[in-house]
């Protein structure tokens, strides 16, 4: 029986399949004839499957463990506060506390926290924890708000998760005041920051527009 630890490459060749399958190679061109299989085929004939593919096939052949899968696979706890200030009052503390009191079977967690804007994509944690999904080693993502992963693109994430099996789970917090107006002000902030944001855009536009404005009337004048 395989698990996705067994899987370490993301394409293969047809001789290494055989040997997953316990069949020879002769045995897969016929099932590729009939069907049965279908391989990714270069314009030599070379044949080979993705890991995905690779996965389903063993699955059809019954040598794919999810029990082992699912316990090889680890629950990953995720907090985030947008500033410095948030993590010294212990917002960030408190957030990681209420999701370990709140799942009581949790397998293999993980925690992963960091300070920074929703906004920002390129955050170090959120990076670390999609790198973990696209390499199938999560199970379940526990957050107290969708915004905690992302201020927008919610449900991108969401499908990418879901395509490697992995379930996002928010537990809210409805009680604590304190962490309804700080969400709040988060997201004012962020507002603040877009609009910021997109002034120097439309101001840097603008300028390129003078400029290029200014030689025309240049090349006119001569």
């Known amino acids: 029986m395989y698990s996705i630890n067994d899987l370490k490459k993301e394409v293969y060749k047809l001789g290494e399949i055989a040997k997953f399958l316990g069949v020879t190679t002769a045995t897969l061109r016929r099932w590729d004839k009939m069907g049965k299989v279908h391989f990714s085929k270069t314009d030599f004939g070379t044949r080979s499957l993705t890991k995905d593919e690779l996965i389903k096939l ?3 052949n019954n040598l794919w463990s999810v029990a082992i899968e699912k316990l090889q696979k680890k629950d990953v706890i995720y907090c985030r506060v ?20 709140s799942c009581d079977n949790l397998v293999n967690p993980i925690i992963l926290s960091e300070v920074g804007s929703g906004l920002n994509d390129n955050r170090k944690k959120i990076q670390k924890l999609l790198r973990m999904i696209l390499n199938n080693e999560v199970s379940r993502v526990f957050i107290t708000y969708e915004d905690r992963l992302t201020r927008f693109g919610f449900e991108y994430l969401k499908t990418m998760c879901e395509m490697h099996g992995t379930e996002i789970i928010v537990v809210k917090n409805n ?3 304190d962490v309804k107006n700080s969400i709040e002000q988060e997201l004012i902030d ?13 101001s840097k536009t603008r300028n390129k527009q003078n400029k290029k404005t200014d030689f025309e009337i240049d090349d006119i004048m001569k």
């Open 190 to 202: 962020d507002i603040k920051s877009l609009m910021t944001t997109f002034s120097r855009k439309i």
């Open 58 to 60: 063993l699955k059809a």
């Open 82 to 101: 947008s500033s410095i200030e948030q993590k010294r009052r212990g917002e960030l503390d408190r957030q990681i506390r209420f999701l370990i009191d």
């Open 175 to 177: 009680v604590d005041v």
